[in-house]
């Protein structure tokens, strides 16, 4: 019988790197034999796709941290239950791009809705297939006002566009939490170049490799 699959996750500050990371480890993780995919948060089903669309749109549910949360975790059930779950079955591994630990920062510990019903309520999303890591980029709020400079008006979803004050509460919310859930959590300093970075995440996630590949 094969070895499990893995879940590794990355989350953090938006600029910090995830989305970049992610398919940089999917590679060298590849490169060793593993079958892995990406998937980002919220997304990777039909149904996740067009919650994703409501969701960083803002619209309606703007400013109900509430249902913000509910739609995030629906999202993430549906994701768990068509690829996650299978995945970790038959051996394969699976990075997502966001984790439920956003859920825990953006309408937790941010938004104000209770931590322990939001943490209570990833446990059933997830069931058996949760997230074996996570790892935590880190960067200054200066630098990732940077680099989400680099994109377009148009590209700013509805959590960027809430301000500098906000996404530098958002970055404490996220140490914060990455120390109180050592256990799952690595924090990765994202501020030095991307193989630099690239390394660093390996190494967090090497352990893990044992009995996984020849």
């Excluded at 590849?30 to 997304?43: H, I, N, Q, T």
């Excluded at 779950?85 to 966001?98: E, N, V």
């Excluded at 980029?137 to 301000?163: H, I, T």
């Amino acid at each position: 019988m094969s070895e499990p699959g893995r879940i590794i996750a990355f989350d953090g500050l938006d600029g910090a790197g995830k989305s970049l990371q992610a398919r940089r480890l999917a590679t060298r993780l590849s490169e060793r034999g593993l079958d892995v995919k990406v998937f980002r948060e919220p997304g990777g089903t039909p149904l996740g796709e067009r919650l994703r669309d409501v969701l960083l749109e803002g619209g309606d549910i703007a400013g109900d941290p509430l249902l913000e949360g509910l739609l995030f975790s629906a999202s993430r059930r549906a994701l768990t239950l068509s690829s996650l779950a299978p995945r970790k079955a038959c051996g394969a591994w699976s990075l997502l791009d966001r984790s439920f630990l956003s859920t825990l920062v953006y309408q937790g510990l941010v938004g104000g809705v209770d931590l322990e019903f939001l943490e209570g309520m990833t446990r059933e999303v997830h069931g058996e297939a949760f997230p074996d890591r996570i790892l935590v980029l880190d960067v200054s709020p200066e630098l990732a006002s940077q680099r989400r400079r680099v994109r377009s008006a148009e590209d700013m979803d509805a959590f960027e566009g809430r301000g500098e004050e906000y996404l530098r509460r958002v970055g404490e919310a996220y140490r914060f939490l990455a120390s109180n859930h050592s256990d799952l959590c690595v924090r990765i300093d994202a501020e030095g170049s991307i193989e630099e970075v690239s390394g660093r995440c390996y190494e967090a996630v090497k352990d893990l490799l044992a009995g996984a590949v020849p």
